[in-house]
């Protein structure tokens, strides 16, 4: 009877939902991954020697990771089709160097979402906005984010304590999976309102503007993330969720793709602020204070708003 029991699962076991799966979730993470490498190149040549220590130690330990993930994304195939050849039973079994992946992405996409929430923080402060207006802003995105990152972790102990079968795992960590995948929406949500909230209160109000013309360009850039990591978490969401009851790997090829999304929308609106600024070296968000104004003929009149170069601190930390 133990003997039939074990079989069973074998009998009906479907290798495109796992094996399938796991191949184009490798493949996709290579893709993106050689993507990311692209990005930092452009980075290097075109803003490490302007950029803070900080910011570029963010940028290559993004990079460091990632190169991590996408390994243990090639190191989970190999246990899958070599260390498993001639091996039916190890396909029900979650491969523990996989467990690896699972924190480093959520590490990732938190860390992804701190660097936006520290950026909104920055604007907010240069835009004159009180401390209990900033806390009241950005605390919501933190607290959802932070909560994202422990229902990461919480899910990985509970697939630990299941012997890491895939069947019993899937069904202990659907709770925590799903708080996962619904706070991080939520924060990107957050993160994406705010911003173009904060964005829109500089708008001058004329057609021609420089200024203007920036923010909105801007402000589609977060709106375009936002909507694509948002719905991206939904996604995952949905499949994992229709995987949990036949077992599958199908939610594996989503999982790898979504962390390769936030390490490289990051990467591409740091890579754009020099197109921001048509071109220069470095671009700015033009805000006003009650000094003088300053026109697009060049007239400035004392006593109205003049246009005031802030950098673009929302993607400088």
């Not at 260390?83 to 990732?108: C, D, M, Q, T, W």
């Not at 070296?281 to 708003?305: C, M, N």
Request: hydrophobic share 50%; glycine share 6%.
């Amino acid at each position: 009877m133990p003997i039939a029991t074990s079989i069973q699962p074998i009998r009906n076991l479907d290798l495109n939902l796992t094996v399938g799966s796991m191949f184009i979730g490798v493949l996709f993470s290579a893709l993106f991954y050689g993507l990311t490498c692209a990005q930092v190149v452009y980075y290097s040549s075109a803003y490490y020697n302007s950029d803070k220590t900080l910011v570029k130690a963010f940028v290559y330990g993004i990079m460091i990771f990632d190169t991590i993930i996408t390994a243990v994304d090639a190191a989970t195939s190999w246990a899958f089709v070599i260390e498993g050849h001639a091996n039916p039973p190890s396909v029900l079994i979650e491969p523990k160097v996989y467990a690896a992946e699972n924190v480093l992405v959520r590490f990732v996409i938190c860390a992804v979402q701190m660097f936006y929430i520290h950026g909104l923080w920055t604007l907010l402060t240069r835009f004159g906005t009180t401390y209990k207006a900033r806390l009241a802003i950005t605390m919501p995105p933190i607290c959802l984010s932070l909560m994202a990152l422990v229902f990461g972790f919480v899910g990985e102990y509970k697939i630990a304590t299941q012997d890491w079968i895939i069947q019993k795992a899937l069904r202990a960590d659907e709770v925590a999976s799903a708080g996962n995948y619904c706070a991080a929406a939520l924060a990107d949500l957050c993160i994406c309102v705010s911003l173009c909230w904060t964005l829109r209160g500089r708008l001058s109000g004329f057609e021609w503007s420089r200024t203007d013309n920036m923010i909105r360009v801007l402000a589609s850039y977060i709106v375009n993330r936002g909507i694509l990591l948002t719905a991206m978490q939904i996604v995952n969401l949905g499949v994992f969720l229709y995987s949990v009851k036949p077992a599958s790997l199908l939610w594996f090829p989503f999982n790898c793709i979504e962390v390769k999304l936030y390490i490289n929308s990051m990467m591409a609106v740091l890579n754009a602020r020099r197109h921001l600024n048509g071109g220069g070296g470095v671009s700015y968000i033009s805000g006003f204070t009650d000094d003088a104004a300053t026109y697009v003929d060049g007239t400035s009149t004392k006593g109205a708003p003049v246009v005031e170069n802030i950098p673009l601190t929302t993607f400088r930390i």
